[in-house]
T-cell receptor, first 113, second 112 residues
Framework: DAGVTQSPTHLIKTRGQQVTLRCSPKSGHDTVSWYQQALGQGPQFIFQYYEEEERQRGNFPDRFSGHQFPNYSSELNVNALLLGDSALYLC????????????FGPGTRLLVL | DAKTTQPPSMDCAEGRAANLPCNHS???????VYWYRQIHSQGPQYIIHGLKNNETNEMASLIITEDRKSSTLILPHATLRDTAVYYCIVRPVNSGNTPLVFGKGTRLSVIA
């Protein structure tokens, strides 16, 4: 049973560019959440997708957007990259069940120069 | 903001039990205590969760005080591979998709 997968593993961009990160959820999961983890900090919630719609959003600007596809996979897009966007981006999947928790992928390390 | 308080770091000798404390004095009756860990540069890994009873699985034991204001995660025989940052998280019951709110966690170093 494949767990949560993310691509790419590492990425280097320059300020002002745009980036797309991808996530495939754990088999049987229908919900994808994205988190940003700056160096030395705990992960911070960006947003969550369920049924191809953004259901919840954390305190992140509109430069951060996403998408969920019919197969439940998801993309995170960041426009107009800033140096401060350098972080580990984590995807977590879950199912819509009261007793379930979220399972994380390995993350994508983004460096903005 | 995270509703939990954890020590920033702890050391443990290999083979000994690692006891990681967490304070959650404002926890409400409908909130679970969850534990995740994050090994360097990897995604967080779910360990265990509990409501009010002590819980045990193949990875760890979770001891929750009777007043539920604090808990302890116990790794019975720590190995070098248990070196990681451990996060204690409070989360509502019936909240499968509620976002996790992480603090800074406890950095556990297991020493040979």
């Amino acid at each position: 049973d494949a767990g949560v997968t993310q691509s790419p593993t590492h990425l280097i961009k320059t300020r002002g560019q745009q980036v797309t990160l991808r996530c495939s959820p754990k088999s049987g999961h229908d919900t994808v959440s994205w988190y940003q983890q700056a160096l030395g900090q705990g992960p911070q919630f960006i947003f969550q997708y369920y049924e191809e719609e953004e259901r919840q959003r954390g305190n992140f600007p509109d430069r951060f957007s996403g998408h969920q596809f019919p197969n439940y996979s998801s993309e995170l897009n960041v426009n107009a990259l800033l140096l401060g966007d350098s972080a580990l981006y984590l995807c977590a999947s879950s199912i819509t069940s009261p007793k379930e928790t979220q399972y994380f992928g390995p993350g994508t390390r983004l460096l903005v120069l | 903001d995270a509703k939990t308080t954890q020590p920033p770091s702890m050391d443990c000798a290999e083979g000994r039990a690692a006891n990681l404390p967490c304070n959650h004095s404002t926890i409400s009756g409908n909130e679970y205590v969850y534990w995740y860990r994050q090994i360097h540069s990897q995604g967080p890994q779910y360990i265990i969760h509990g409501l009010k009873n002590n819980e045990t699985n193949e990875m760890a034991s979770l001891i929750i005080t009777e007043d539920r204001k604090s808990s302890t995660l116990i790794l019975p025989h720590a190995t070098l591979r248990d070196t990681a940052v451990y996060y204690c998280i409070v989360r509502p019951v019936n909240s499968g998709n509620t976002p996790l709110v992480f603090g800074k966690g406890t950095r556990l170093s297991v020493i040979a």
